[in-house]
């Protein structure tokens, strides 16, 4: 009786230990299926995250600013303009970006002792030399390339370099007055028809292309830009003119 008793007891601890250990099983299968529904879960919002990152790849955001402008290999002072206008940034990589500013540009400059010709009556045209204030409005349009050349949590500084078209829209140049005008003993060729006493020829603004490039600093929804632009061609006929504009932007 007594081993039929301590056998029955052996069995019933089997079993009960095999029961013990299905259970257990179960329960580190449920565990690691919690562990991994809340990884699943946890990815979902880094996918989320990620995601919404990626809209921010595509920046528009409102720029305003100064610039100052002076005619290359011409004497006279740098005079102040201002700009302003909407630029589009799209990041192509973590790097590289493309931005796109369109934007409304007041070119300022005071050339001085400009190289010009005085057609005469009595058929001669003597050189002179006149001092000009030019005032031309820009709408602009450039394809800048953007290059990070470094890059912390809150702030980063990018390298900025390409082309641009101009579009003239608004001459407020002032005329040129007789005090304005050097007329010297310099003849220079002749003429057989009477015209003005200077020649204003010049007087019309150009467009055309031009050449950017300066480096941007980016804190937050703020971006800072400093510029130098090249315009390569003869503005209003006189020479080629550049520029240094300072604008400050914010996103939208």
Known sequence: MTSKFLIFSFVILLIAASISGQVWKSDITNLNKLSLNENGQQKELDDKSSSEK???KAIYFLSAGINFSSYLQEEGDWQPGYSI??????????????????????????????EGKS?????????????????VGFIEF???????LFSKTKYDLSYLLGPGLIIAVKDLSKSVQPE??????????????????VDTRFTIPNSG??????????LSRFYIDLLYVLYPYEIK?????????LKLGIDI
């Open 54 to 56: 990626q809209s921010k």
């Open 85 to 114: 206008g909407l630029t589009f940034n799209f990041e192509v990589s973590k790097k590289i970006s493309i931005t796109l500013p369109f934007s409304y540009a007041r070119i300022n400059a005071a050339p001085q002792n400009v």
């Open 119 to 135: 057609y005469s009556n009595d058929g001669y045209i003597y050189k002179t030399f006149v001092d000009r204030e030019i005032s």
């Open 142 to 148: 450039p394809i800048l390339v953007s290059y990070k």
């Open 180 to 197: 304005d005008v050097t007329i010297t003993d310099e003849i220079i060729d002749t003429h057989d028809f009477p015209l003005d006493p």
């Open 209 to 218: 292309l031009n050449l950017s490039t300066g480096i941007r600093f980016h």
């Open 237 to 245: 006929a006189i020479n080629k003119l550049n520029s240094i504009s």
